[in-house]
Structures are given as C-alpha cells and as structure tokens.
C-alpha cells in the first residue's frame, strides 16, 4: 500500500525566513498531489494542487514542487510569518480520494 | 469560496448511544462526500466515501453497521455512530467535492468524547 511520510513532526523556524516541509511517498504514482493547513481543532483548508506534469506551482508567498522521479513534494513559505504557524498536510490522490501524510507542524517564531 | 459546514461541532454522550453528525455543503452541490476521522497528532483516516443517492464506500476495517452513512442530497451528508464505546472518541471531519473536481472542502470537525 501506499505510503506518506512528511520530514519532520515539528519545524520551527525564525519570522522571514523560508520554510521548506517534505512530502515523499513510496508505492504509488498519484495523478496529483495536494496541500492542506490545518489548524487545532479545525478542519484542513486546501492550499495548492501540482500535477504529475508539473513541476513547480506558485501562489503568492506559496510554492510547491513535484518530482516523481524522486517521489518527493517539496513545499515552500517565502517570507514567513507568525500567522503561517499551523501543520502543513501533503494529501496525494488515490482513485477517488486522498491519501495524507501525518502533517507537519510548523512554527514561525517572531 | 466553497463553504462546508458541520453540526454539532463538538459532544459529549453516554457509552452506547448513537450520535449524528451533519456535513453540509453551504453554497455548492456535493456530488461526493467523504468522512474522516482524526487521532490526536495523526492524520486523517479516511473511512468513507458517498454520492448521492447511493449507498457509501466504506474504507477496509470501518464498520458500516457502527458508521452509518447517509447522502440524501447534494448537500447534506449524515454520520451517525452508533453504539458509541469510549474508543470511538475522536475528531470527524467531513468534505465535500462538487462534481469531478479534485479539490475537497473541509468542514471544521466534529469532536466526539464518548463517556
């Protein structure tokens, strides 16, 4: 079966600079992967979508890569801020669902 | 944007009483929903899929006789877990897809402790 890891539980990381979380996966070839925040006790909110042809997708202070060489998602906060501090979920699709890493959370330190 | 939404947002009930949980789609059609729950510092475990007007899709070791679900519109989704049992305590998040789009909505959760 499938499997999802995300590099690390927890990243802190200080106000401005870049934070970069890990998604690699193992087992599978999804058509698209996917990027979620979730707050405590909320539920996720879709950030980015990329492609299995794309490489690279950008949305504001957001950028996602995607190399199914490496079976690996790489997702990117420029700029950060405290605001950002929340876990980062990678979700890859199956047939007709997603499938999500354990998340990481990440905290922006002013 | 795609608003869900979810009723009760969290409760408290006795060891072997039902609770129904509401997902309902605010300003779009559903035409699949999805049930998950959610272990403290885990992921989301899918653990059923439905379209509406069929009967759900339940994910390997979900039991569809405790996880009741029902899809009777395109708006609105019902999980009702029946016999609750203290290990059933957790949070449920619903989603909602509107046609074959790939992107799930999220309602905000539901959380369930089961005395």
């Known amino acids: 079966s499938q499997k999802i890891e995300q590099n690390s539980e927890a990243l802190n990381i200080q106000e401005g600079k870049t934070a970069t979380l890990t998604c690699n996966y193992t087992?599978?070839?999804?058509?698209?992967l996917q990027w979620y925040r979730q707050d405590p006790g909320r539920g996720p909110v879709f950030l980015l979508l990329?492609?299995?042809?794309?490489k690279e997708k950008r949305k504001e202070r957001l950028k996602v890569t995607f190399d199914t060489t490496l079976k690996q998602s790489l997702f990117h906060i420029t700029a950060s801020q405290p605001a950002d501090s929340a876990t980062y979920l990678c979700a890859l699709a199956g047939a007709n669902n997603l499938f999500f890493g354990t998340g990481t959370r990440l905290t922006v330190i002013p | 944007g795609a608003v869900v939404s979810q009723h009760p947002s969290r409760v408290i009930c006795k060891s072997g009483t039902s609770v129904k949980i509401e997902c309902r789609s605010l300003?779009?059609?559903?035409?699949?929903m999805f049930w998950y729950r959610q272990f403290p510092k885990q992921s989301l475990m899918l653990m059923a899929t439905s379209n509406e007007g069929s009967k759900a899709t339940y994910e390997q070791g979900v039991e569809k006789d405790k996880f009741l679900i029902n899809h009777a519109s395109l708006t609105l989704s019902t999980l009702t877990v029946t016999s609750a049992h203290p290990e059933d305590s957790s949070f449920y998040i619903c989603?909602?897809?509107?046609?074959?789009?790939?992107?799930?909505?999220f309602g905000p959760g539901t959380r369930l402790l089961v005395l």
């Open positions: 989603s909602a897809a509107e046609g074959y789009q790939e992107t799930q909505y």
């Open positions: 300003d779009f059609q559903a035409t699949t």
């Open positions: 087992n599978y070839s999804p058509a698209y």
């Open positions: 990329i492609r299995e042809n794309e």
